[in-house]
């Protein structure tokens, strides 16, 4: 069995930041890609941010240059640094992980108000 879990979501004013954490256990493999998604009231689930196990990374136009993803491999780790929030940042964010399956944590809420 295989446990995600999200953690650092929270309320914050716009221009504010936050850090966001997702640690995975139990019965998981070598893990390749780790990225957070997220998903606001009434959208669909999009792509926030990945990274691969050798470090190469990949963001959502919406993020570049105020959302930073990083990963400790030792600890099965993933972060999501997040300044400058808007608004329109405000969703559920979801932590990923995929050896040959994915795993998915059960979501933080991050409310930006303005």
């Known amino acids: 069995q295989v446990h995600v879990v999200e953690s650092g979501g929270g309320l914050v004013q716009a221009g504010g930041s936050l850090t966001l954490s997702c640690a995975a256990s139990?019965?998981?493999?070598?893990?390749?890609?780790m990225g957070w998604y997220r998903q606001a009231p009434g959208k669909q689930r999009e792509l926030v941010a990945t990274?691969?196990?050798?470090?190469?990374?990949n963001y959502a136009d919406s993020v570049k240059g105020r959302f930073t993803i990083s990963r400790d491999n030792a600890k099965n780790t993933v972060y999501l640094q997040m300044t400058s929030l808007k608004p329109e940042d405000t969703a559920v964010y979801y932590c990923?992980?995929?050896?040959?399956?994915?795993?998915w944590g059960q979501g933080t809420q991050v409310t930006v108000s303005s």
């Open positions: 139990g019965s998981i493999f070598k893990i390749n890609v």
């Open positions: 990274v691969t196990r050798g470090g190469s990374t």
């Open positions: 990923k992980v995929s050896d040959w399956r994915d795993y």
